[in-house]
């Protein structure tokens, strides 16, 4: 651009049609290196696949262990509540049941960082289609780095989908399974 710029301050007798051609050749060219990395960030892909999928994970997760915390909870409280005649069982049980309630406390502060972090999620999502849709980006496949290909070949072979997950199998099933087995 700075060439263009001086192209554009000599005399008009000095500023040959070729020369400027060349200057838009180049900005032009500029442009579609530009474009084409933009494309080649896959930002198409991570916005429509893997940030909707992470927000999902996040949100499977606040929820499996709110449920998780809550079952601890009531089955605590049922057990403080259900009468023990032998007085020093019952001071055991109560102490064990009072901590075990107070563990519970992580999931309120868990809870709330990873509603955040979901909403971050979403903000960047909706930032990154914005820019998509500005530099008309492309649906391609994005040029990924070892690293990613590393993980998520990884992730292929080692993770399963659990009951928490909505690809993975019913409690009542895997229960079903483990009783009769």
């Known amino acids: ?20 051609a060349r200057e838009v050749d180049a900005v032009a060219a500029y442009i579609n290196e530009l474009r084409s990395a933009i ?7 991570m916005t429509n696949r893997k940030l909707s999928a992470a927000q999902i994970d996040l949100n499977e997760v606040i929820i499996v262990t709110r449920n998780a915390t809550d079952a601890v909870l009531e089955t605590a409280e049922a057990l403080l ?17 009072i901590g075990l309630m107070e ?19 979403g903000v960047i999502e909706e930032r990154l289609k914005t820019f998509a849709t500005s530099a008309r980006a492309k649906p391609s496949e994005p040029q990924r780095g070892t690293e990613e ?8 072979r080692h993770l399963l989908h659990g009951p928490g997950s909505p690809d993975g199998l019913e409690q009542d099933s895997v229960d079903n ?5």
């Open 81 to 97: 509540a259900t009468p023990l005649t032998n007085n020093e069982y019952r001071t055991l049980v109560e102490e064990r049941m």
């Open 149 to 156: 290909t590393k993980l998520d070949d990884w992730k292929a």
């Open 1 to 20: 651009m700075a060439h263009f710029a001086q192209v554009m301050d000599q005399s008009s007798d000095d500023v040959s049609f070729d020369a400027l």
């Open 39 to 45: 494309n080649g960030l896959g930002i198409l892909d």
């Open 177 to 181: 399974l483990l009783r009769f087995g």
């Open 103 to 121: 563990a519970c406390s992580f999931q309120d502060l868990t809870g709330q960082r990873l509603t955040r972090v979901s909403q971050t999620l």
